[in-house]
């Protein structure tokens, strides 16, 4: 039962625009969000996080939105740039435990 | 700058063949995840450690899949006998003490597994 879901495998965007990366999840018990970026052939790496009592939380190009009452979050990177083509995988902890429960990864393609 | 370290980076192995994977958490983490990575699929909790003790292992398939923290430290996740389906990348990550809010899991290059 995936608790943590990404329904666009692929996302294509034009330089210098914005990309938004969208994940929905199931568990209201999950109080804390992370995205992670992964490189082929590596493991993934943290990129931002928020937890439920913001909306929103920015670090520099990168912005996550959280709709709770929807349990839908959202990366937006702006502008977009062809480093950050990767897979971006969006990841929940419940509000019981320290695990982190993962999407299926949206992979990001940035073209120049 | 501090890291997760796995080894080795890549092993490709015959099915019905035992294998072993090695974890050496960044300096200070108690807590240890090992998660497999299906091609195409998100991260799966295998199995979390805090300090030497499993706190959750309830995704591990325990007929053939084994995994040990004997010093609270590294960590070795092992397969006997490997089959077909295991093929995945195996992630490492650790997190500090009491962490969860506002911290994260440091993930480690991850050891590609090919079996053949």
């Known amino acids: 039962d995936q608790q943590v879901k990404q329904n666009s495998p692929s996302l294509s965007v034009q330089e210098g625009r914005i990309s938004i990366l969208n994940c929905d999840y199931t568990n209201s018990m999950f109080d804390y969000f992370l995205w992670y970026k992964k490189y082929p052939a590596e493991g993934p790496t943290f990129l931002i996080s928020?937890?439920?009592?913001?909306d929103k939380n920015e670090d520099g190009r990168f912005t996550v939105f959280l709709n709770k009452s929807a349990k839908h979050l959202s990366l937006h990177i702006v502008p977009s740039q062809p480093g950050d083509s990767a897979v971006y995988f969006c990841a929940a902890s419940p509000s019981t435990g320290n695990q982190f429960y993962f999407g299926t990864g949206t992979s990001l393609t940035v073209i120049p | 700058e501090a890291e997760v370290a796995q080894s080795p980076r890549y092993k490709i192995t015959e099915k019905s063949q035992a294998v072993a994977f090695w974890c050496d958490p960044i300096s200070g983490h108690a807590t240890l995840y090992w998660y497999r990575q299906i091609l195409g699929q998100g991260p799966e909790l295998l199995v979390q450690?805090?300090?030497?003790?499993?706190?959750?292992d309830s995704q591990l398939p325990k007929d053939r899949f084994s995994a040990e923290r004997l010093k609270g430290v590294d960590s070795t996740l092992k397969i006997q006998p490997a089959e077909l389906g295991d093929s995945a990348m195996y992630l490492c990550?650790?997190?500090?003490?009491?962490?969860?809010?506002?911290?994260?899991?440091?993930f480690g290059q991850g050891t590609r597994l090919t079996v053949v």
């Open positions: 928020i937890s439920s009592i913001k």
């Open positions: 450690f805090q300090d030497e003790s499993v706190v959750d």
């Open positions: 990550a650790s997190m500090v003490r009491g962490g969860r809010m506002n911290t994260e899991a440091f």
